[in-house]
Structures are given as structure tokens and as C-alpha cells.
């Protein structure tokens, strides 16, 4: 709701922007006065302030320092029935945020407020938006392909081609669209994010879009859509090939025209935003079973970037562990847990199904719910095990030998448990051990398990 004054010297223009605004929900006063303007000004906080050029005890453009100096986050928008251009190039110039000639119509007025509204949107989302992510985009890693990765963004962020993110679920997808927007030049203003699996057909047009008040049943006030809240800035499409079809065309529609309407509205609304996509898809097979459109596939394509997966960059597992541990410590006002040499040997083995999200995950249980100084194997969840409770005596220590043999004598280890849990049902242990049959049954030759 905007409260917005009406500084005018006539008394037909104050009657006529008090009932159209006030139709409009918004909150009006009207002055017709510098003297009362700034008495005003002095007492309440506008969002708006419609300002005539010519006043009966002076300039209007005079008032525009005293409203800057006492009102600073005020919009001004400059009225005039003897405008030319250098009055308005001298309104502009001055701080004012637009210039209307008179005769005012309806649709004129509503036209300016509806900028004025989406400058506000913008920036009472940019400050949230830049505390809330800028200080949350590192990405912690040092191995071959993070390093690489690192490179890659730093080159494409330069740019302002858009991006599809590629990688399997919590490689952290998100974290490098966020590292691309506030590496590029478009980072002091918003980076808005939407989960397209999320939004049901029936509800792209507001989700993206908007709507104003009454364009449909509980449609109470408007809405600003997510179009709109990234203009200028970064719009990050995520799950993008869950899609349908039909919100796929929509969305193309507007990508390639670059404007659009709110619902219940047919003022066009121009945006200037960068497209930044993820999926954990390979989307040119779902281009060939046809649940995603060839053209919005090349639209979003133009760069496509891939994020390892944690099992792929083994080397960051514990440098992330350690991580997570401080930041979720600190976060809970403790002291960090240490992983015992175990843990760090079972971190290091483990497949990581969820990735980067996992273990983050299970840093973050673990600080909240461990009372010992150090990890132990049987701190963890039995899962990371396939379902094998590992006591703590059972861990086999270090000792310096080959990498290899190391690592043949833990796996034989694993096995061996595994099969005695679950009494040799061959199936089973596989499944626990996320290996096919035949691997299974090579290993068990190999490490002469047979029985």
C-alpha cells in the first residue's frame, strides 16, 4: 500500500488523483501549497510524491532538495500543463523520478505508480537479497574439477550469456548460479530463484508473472511476480526440466519477447534480466522423449556448465566436513566436534548419494545431537554402512602400506560384514553396498570370501 501526496495548486487535478488513487487502495493526501507540502513532509514518510512545476508561492523544482534532504526515499514525479523539455530535463536532472504532462488520464498515472511500485519492489528486495546470499556463495573445494569449475564461472560470470547448470541433486547447483550472478555486473541487483518443479500449470502465469488485486478470486492485493522482482538483476530456474510443456511455451514466449503482463492487467511490463537454469537431467533426452521443447532448450543452452558430484572430488569431502562442523557450531553457540580417523576414513569411502547436501546435512545432526568433542564411526547413521552397525573397536588402523593394499583391506572388511549380516543373501549385500551382482561376485573371489 503506497501513501502517496499530491502537491497541485488546483483544485479540480487534487479531486481528481484523490479519487482515482483512492480507488486504487492507496493511501492520498493533497496539498496545494510548498509552504503545506513541507509541513507535511516534515511529519510523514511518502512513497510517492506527485509534484506541479508551477505553485501559487513558487517553483515546484524548489521543493525537490527539501524533499530529498527530509524524505529521501521518496519517488517524485513532476505534473505540468506548460511543460517543455528543459524544465523536464531539469526535473530529472534535480532527483525527480519522472515528468507527466497535463491533461492527466487514468491510465497515465497508473502507468507511473506501476513503475514507481516495481522501483520500490526492487529495492526492498536488494538489500535482503544481498545480505541473505552475497555471504553465502563460496565454494569450498580445492580438487581438480572444483578448480576448474571455480575458472569456469569466473569467465562466464564476465558475461552476460545465460547458463544451464548441470549436475546430479546436491552437488549445489544453486550455490554456483549465485556465484555466477555476484561475480558478474548485474550483482547489486537481485539474484531471485524459483523451483519450476514446484509450480503447478494453473499457477505459472502469477507465480511469474504477478496479478493485480481482484484478477482472480482471492486475488486481494497485487502481487509482484518473479519476472519482475529479477529485472535488471539474475532470474535462477531451477529443476527447469520438470516443467510442462505448456508452462515450457509460456516461458519461452516471455523469454524471447522480454515483456510481458501481469494477470488482470494489459500494461506491458519490459524486464532486463540474466537466465540462469539447472536441472539433474540430461536435457536433450528429454528433448528426444519429447517432454521438453527443442527451441527453449537452445534458448537456455548457452553455456551449460557441469557440477561434479562428491564422490568425484573426493579430495574436498573433509575440507567440507570441517566446514560445516564451524559454521553449524557456531550457529549453535558450541564448540566444534573433531572427526575421530575413523570417520575420516569412512567420509572417505562412502559413495555420497546426496551429495554435498548430505553431508552437510549430517554435520549439521551431528553438532546438534553428538555431546563428545569427537566422531566416531558410531555417532553415524547406519545407512553409511549399508545398514552395518560398526562399533567403534572394529575400525582398522592406520598403518603406512601401499594406497592399494589399504584400500583392498578395507573393502574385504566391508564385504565380509556385509555378508555375515545378511546371513550371504547375495542381493542384499549388493544393495547395501550400491554394486551389481557380478561386482559383488568378482570381489568375493578376489578376496577369497567364499564359503
Request: glycine fraction near 4%; proline fraction near 4%; charge should be negative.
Given at each position: ?247 515450457q511455451a509460456k516461458l519461452l514466449r516471455v523469454l524471447e519477447e522480454k515483456e510481458f503482463s501481469r494477470l488482470g492487467s494489459n500494461l506491458k511490463i519490459k524486464v532486463d534480466l540474466r537466465v540462469i537454469s539447472a536441472t539433474n537431467k540430461d536435457i536433450q533426452k528429454e528433448v528426444e522423449k519429447g517432454t521438453f521443447r527443442q527451441d527453449l532448450a537452445f ?20 575440507l567440507l566436513a570441517d566446514y560445516f562442523l564451524k559454521k553449524f557450531a557456531l550457529e549453535n553457540k558450541v564448540e566444534p566436534p573433531i572427526l575421530s580417523e575413523e570417520v575420516k576414513h569412512t567420509f572417505l569411502n562412502y559413495n555420497w548419494p546426496g551429495n554435498v547436501r548430505e553431508l552437510k546435512n549430517l554435520m549439521e545432526r551431528l553438532v546438534i545431537l ?82
Amino acid at each position: 500500500m503506497l501513501n502517496i501526496l499530491v502537491v497541485d495548486d488546483e483544485k479540480n487535478i487534487q479531486d481528481l488523483m484523490r479519487d482515482i488513487l483512492t480507488d486504487e487502495g492507496f493511501n492520498v493526501e493533497t496539498v496545494g501549497s510548498i509552504t503545506s507540502a513541507k509541513d507535511l513532509i516534515r511529519k510523514n514518510s511518502y512513497d510517492l510524491i506527485f509534484l506541479d512545476v508551477w505553485l501559487s508561492d513558487g517553483e515546484g523544482l524548489d521543493l525537490i532538495p527539501f524533499i530529498k534532504e527530509n524524505s529521501n526515499n521518496s519517488f517524485i514525479v513532476m505534473i505540468s500543463g506548460h511543460a517543455n523539455i528543459p524544465i523536464a530535463v531539469r526535473a530529472i536532472k534535480e532527483g525527480a523520478f519522472d515528468f507527466l504532462e497535463k491533461p492527466l488520464s487514468t491510465e497515465t498515472i497508473l502507468a507511473v505508480i506501476e513503475k514507481v511500485e516495481r522501483e520500490i519492489k526492487i529495492k526492498q528486495n536488494l538489500e535482503y537479497f544481498k545480505e541473505k546470499e552475497e555471504s553465502n556463495v563460496e565454494i569450498i573445494g580445492n580438487s581438480p574439477k572444483i578448480v576448474e569449475l571455480k575458472k569456469q564461472i569466473e569467465k562466464i560470470a564476465k558475461t552476460n550469456a545465460w547458463v544451464m547448470i548441470l549436475g546430479e541433486n546436491g552437488t549445489g547447483k544453486e550455490l554456483v548460479a549465485k556465484s555466477i550472478h555476484y561475480q558478474s555486473n548485474r550483482k547489486d541487483f537481485p539474484f531471485v530463484d524459483i523451483n519450476c518443479a514446484a509450480i503447478p500449470d494453473e499457477l505459472f502465469e502469477a507465480e511469474f508473472f504477478g496479478y493485480e488485486k481482484g484478477a482472480f478470486t482471492n486475488a486481494f492485493t497485487r502481487r509482484i511476480g518473479k519476472l519482475e522482482l529479477a529485472d535488471k538483476g539474475t532470474l535462477f530456474l531451477d529443476e527447469v526440466a520438470d516443467m510442462s510443456l505448456s508452462s515450457q511455451a509460456k516461458l519461452l514466449r516471455v523469454l524471447e519477447e522480454k515483456e510481458f503482463s501481469r494477470l488482470g492487467s494489459n500494461l506491458k511490463i519490459k524486464v532486463d534480466l540474466r537466465v540462469i537454469s539447472a536441472t539433474n537431467k540430461d536435457i536433450q533426452k528429454e528433448v528426444e522423449k519429447g517432454t521438453f521443447r527443442q527451441d527453449l532448450a537452445f534458448r537456455l543452452s548457452v553455456i551449460p556448465i557441469y557440477v561434479p558430484p562428491l564422490r568425484e572430488r573426493g579430495e574436498d569431502i573433509l575440507l567440507l566436513a570441517d566446514y560445516f562442523l564451524k559454521k553449524f557450531a557456531l550457529e549453535n553457540k558450541v564448540e566444534p566436534p573433531i572427526l575421530s580417523e575413523e570417520v575420516k576414513h569412512t567420509f572417505l569411502n562412502y559413495n555420497w548419494p546426496g551429495n554435498v547436501r548430505e553431508l552437510k546435512n549430517l554435520m549439521e545432526r551431528l553438532v546438534i545431537l553428538n555431546n563428545e568433542s569427537i566422531i566416531y564411526n558410531k555417532d553415524l547413521p547406519p545407512y553409511m554402512f549399508g545398514n552395518i552397525k560398526v562399533e567403534q573397536e572394529e575400525y582398522i588402523p592406520i598403518t603406512i602400506r601401499p594406497l592399494k593394499d589399504a584400500k583392498e583391506e578395507l573393502e574385504k572388511q566391508i564385504i565380509k560384514k556385509a555378508l555375515k549380516v545378511y546371513n550371504n543373501n547375495l542381493k542384499e549385500v549388493a544393495k547395501a553396498l550400491d554394486i551389481d551382482l557380478s561386482s559383488l561376485y568378482r570381489k568375493i573371489k578376489q578376496y577369497n570370501l567364499e564359503e
